[in-house]
């Protein structure tokens, strides 16, 4: 007869032991993803990995429909408490994420070329009929930068 080891730990079991719990959020103990979600090996420490909040939303309610995010009511990335989590297709997270000020937009956006200042003198000379091109040469940019600020899919938020 060969040796037995010892039982494996179901991931419940290794799960819930890594939660702090409390009067508010339930805060995972264990390792860290990037932007502070929590993290847990699913089969071992040579195994799958999955972020916390997903593997509570499982426990506690099955499977996570396909295409499908487990977002925070509550903001907060390590937390894994089954009632701060929903779920939420792609656009319900973004939405989330905007309601919740955490999107860069603007001057805080890695990639913007242009000031909100700028922004809003090439809406006055759009307002003023000039053409697309000839605006997008003035400030050094794409014609379609230029027609992403008159159709309001960027900088939508400056007045």
Same mark, same amino acid.
């Given at each position: &007869?060969?040796?037995?080891?010892?039982?494996?730990?179901?991931? $419940? *079991?290794?799960?819930? *032991?890594?939660?702090?719990?409390?009067? $508010? =959020?339930?805060?995972?103990?264990?390792?860290?993803?990037?932007?502070?979600?929590?993290?847990?090996?699913?089969?071992?420490?040579? $195994?799958?990995?999955?972020? +916390?909040?997903? @593997?509570?939303?499982?426990? *506690?309610?099955?499977? /996570?429909?396909?295409? &499908?995010?487990? =977002?925070?009511? =509550?903001?907060?990335?390590?937390?894994?408490?089954?009632?701060? #989590?929903? #779920?939420?297709? =792609? !656009?319900?997270?973004?939405?989330? !994420?905007? +309601?919740?000020?955490?999107?860069?937009?603007? /001057?805080?956006?890695?990639?913007? @070329?242009?000031?909100?200042?700028? @922004?809003?003198? /090439?809406? *006055?000379?759009?307002?003023?009929?000039?053409?697309?091109?000839?605006?997008?040469?003035?400030?050094? @940019?794409?014609?379609?930068?230029?027609?992403?600020?008159?159709?309001?899919?960027?900088?939508?938020? #400056? +007045?």
């Amino acid at each position: &007869m060969g040796k037995t080891g010892p039982a494996r730990r179901s991931l $419940g *079991e290794r799960f819930w *032991e890594k939660v702090s719990k409390g009067d $508010g =959020c339930w805060i995972w103990t264990g390792c860290l993803a990037k932007k502070g979600y929590g993290k847990i090996f699913l089969g071992g420490t040579n $195994g799958p990995v999955a972020l +916390a909040h997903r @593997v509570a939303w499982t426990l *506690e309610n099955g499977p /996570i429909p396909s295409g &499908m995010f487990v =977002c925070h009511r =509550c903001d907060n990335p390590p937390c894994v408490r089954p009632d701060h #989590l929903f #779920l939420g297709d =792609c !656009m319900a997270n973004l939405s989330d !994420m905007r +309601a919740k000020g955490r999107g860069s937009r603007g /001057i805080t956006h890695g990639n913007h @070329v242009l000031s909100p200042q700028q @922004v809003l003198v /090439i809406r *006055e000379r759009l307002s003023s009929g000039h053409a697309h091109h000839v605006i997008a040469l003035e400030f050094g @940019v794409a014609r379609s930068t230029i027609s992403q600020i008159a159709n309001r899919s960027t900088w939508a938020w #400056l +007045a």
